[in-house]
């Protein structure tokens, strides 16, 4: 399997609720950043989290990494019918300053 | 800045025609990424580019496929000749500071 799994593929809740996606990867890595692509958008860049933080916070998003699990989580808290979109890890693993994506997960916030 | 410039927006053509797409970073970037997403493949990695110079082409599919950069503000992806299987959604990507900024993506159909 490749670099930047999600899971679950997909996640359908209600508006208010909570959206927690996760990511594992393979190798070691520099840092892990979250992206959210809009449906016939390009990808918005979300956070980055460096390998030595373990959480990181910003607005209603909430990142953690564990490093000796190779694993990351997007918390998406009191969520938007406009935070429907997909969301892709990727990772940094130092390989000349290339991203590898993970499959995404598609969310979709019901009103 | 106007963000990553992609264009055409859409391209439809014939098994067998050439296609360029064109992509304009963001001023002051000094990385180009090209990428091609698809439903069966998720988002690839085709080529990128520091400083003008082609880094890692590895993922160009075929040697119908090739990219260019002239100059820190253009570059290139052309397909000749271009195959049906080829339809995708092409990125170009610039980066600074280790985050990616997406291009909107130019949607190529080959009938």
């Known amino acids: 399997s490749q670099q930047g799994e999600e899971d679950p593929q997909a996640l359908s809740i209600q508006e208010g609720e909570n959206a927690t996606m996760n990511c594992s990867y393979k190798?070691?890595?520099?840092?892990l950043q979250w992206y959210r692509q809009n449906s016939g958008r390009g990808l918005v860049h979300l956070i980055l989290?460096?390998?030595?933080?373990r959480e990181k916070h910003s607005g209603r998003l909430r990142v953690t990494l564990d490093t000796s699990k190779k694993s990351s989580s997007l918390l998406i808290t009191a969520s938007r019918a406009a935070d429907t979109a997909s969301y892709f890890c990727?990772?940094?693993?130092?390989?000349?300053?290339?991203?590898?994506f993970g499959e995404g997960t598609q969310l979709t916030v019901n009103p | 800045d106007a963000g990553v410039i992609q264009s055409p927006r859409h391209e439809v053509t014939e098994m067998g025609q050439e296609v360029t797409l064109r992509c304009k970073p963001i001023?002051?970037?000094?990385?180009l990424f090209w990428y091609r997403q698809t439903m069966m493949r998720g988002l690839e990695l085709l080529i990128y580019?520091?400083?003008?110079?082609?880094?890692?082409d590895s993922g160009m599919p075929e040697d119908r496929f090739s990219a260019k950069m002239p100059n820190a503000s253009f570059s290139t992806l052309k397909i000749q000749p271009s195959e049906p299987r080829d339809s995708a959604v092409y990125f170009c990507a610039s980066r600074a500071s280790g985050t990616q900024y997406f291009g909107p993506g130019t949607r190529l159909l080959v009938l």
């Open positions: 001023s002051g970037h000094d990385y």
């Open positions: 990727a990772t940094d693993a130092n390989r000349g300053s290339r991203l590898t």
């Open positions: 989290i460096r390998s030595n933080e």
């Open positions: 580019f520091n400083n003008n110079v082609p880094i890692d």
């Open positions: 190798t070691s890595i520099n840092n």
